[in-house]
């Protein structure tokens, strides 16, 4: 299982939105929508931000929001903010029982 | 408080065993499948494997990377997860997460115990 694609890196000022894309295949991402998105802060343990391609589980901010259109997902964060640059994932349901994760994004807060 | 506490990791020989643990409270342990993932250092995310929470009928599934080399159990009386690593490569040298699934996504994670396989 190939791991999802996302851009290493995006940035934004503060106040801005930043959008961070993940591209999977019809096996993953495309065949399911069972899209998640983890946050994770320098030496942090991840945390979830969305799931099922476009929930706000309790306690994360609606500035953040999820979509997908056929094979790639996408994490849109709005109204930047200096706690919101970390490192970025994205993971998909892959069929049988598996996952994949993306190889992460890094926002940048300029 | 809901919390995921691993231990065990630590320093082992390339084809050595390695036994990681970890400690569920302030959630319903029966009601959930729980994930194993890692991170290289540096490196980005990587699931390893998930178990059901089926009692008696416990399935597990593996990345392709880890199969055959690397088991998860639960005991659920203990609220405890483990992950059985032998045959170990350099490769698996990683931050070692459990995680708890829920709708397809993880939505708890411990703090992470560290794994280094080196001679």
């Known amino acids: 299982q190939s791991a999802l694609t996302q851009p290493p890196s995006a940035s934004g000022s503060p106040g801005q939105s930043v959008t961070i894309s993940c591209t999977g295949t019809?096996?993953?991402?495309?065949?399911?929508?069972?899209v998640s998105w983890y946050q994770q802060h320098p030496g942090k343990a991840p945390k979830l931000m969305i799931y099922?391609?476009?929930k706000r589980p309790s306690g994360v901010p609606d500035r953040f929001s999820g979509s997908k259109s056929g094979d790639t997902a996408s994490l849109t964060v709005s109204g930047l903010q200096a706690e919101d640059e970390a490192d970025y994932y994205c993971?998909?349901?892959?069929?049988?029982?598996?996952?994949?994760f993306g190889a992460g994004t890094k926002v940048t807060v300029l | 408080e809901v919390q995921l506490v691993e231990s065990g990791g630590g320093l082992v020989q390339p084809g050595g065993s390695l036994r990681l643990s970890c400690a569920a409270s302030?959630?319903?342990?029966?009601?959930?499948?729980m994930d194993w993932v890692r991170q290289a250092p540096g490196k980005g995310l990587e699931w390893v494997g998930r178990?059901?929470?089926?009692?008696?009928?416990?399935?597990?599934n593996y990345a392709a990377s880890v199969k055959g080399r690397f088991t998860i159990s639960r005991d659920d009386s203990k609220n405890s997860l483990s992950l059985q690593m032998n045959s170990l490569k350099t490769e698996d040298t990683a931050v070692y997460y459990c995680?708890?699934?829920?709708?397809?996504?993880?939505?708890?994670w411990g703090q992470g115990t560290t794994v280094t396989v080196s001679s």
């Open positions: 995680a708890r699934d829920w709708a397809a996504s993880m939505d708890v």
């Open positions: 302030g959630f319903t342990f029966t009601n959930h499948y």
């Open positions: 099922e391609v476009s």
């Open positions: 178990i059901t929470n089926t009692p008696n009928n416990y399935i597990t």
């Open positions: 019809s096996s993953d991402v495309g065949g399911y929508n069972y």
């Open positions: 993971s998909s349901y892959a069929g049988s029982n598996n996952y994949v």
